[in-house]
């Protein structure tokens, strides 16, 4: 019985099935994070294709 209560107390959920605040502010630190390098990543892309096809003459 004691292993059931320890592995919901460890669920990553709070006892009512929802997130605790703490897990809320993880999830939303790691979309920002995500919604920050993806604009980078794909515009470092966009540069590095236009440099390539300009040097192969191409579109």
Request: aromatic share 8%.
């Given at each position: 019985m004691a292993k059931k209560a320890?592995?919901?107390?460890?669920s990553g959920l709070s006892a009512a099935g929802r997130f605790t605040p703490g897990e809320l502010k993880g999830l939303g630190s790691c979309a920002a994070v995500v919604g920050v390098v993806t604009p980078c990543i794909w515009g470092f892309y966009r540069?590095?294709?236009k440099r390539?096809?300009?040097?192969?003459?191409i579109g």
């Open positions: 320890n592995a919901r107390k460890h540069f590095v294709l390539v096809c300009e040097m192969l003459e």
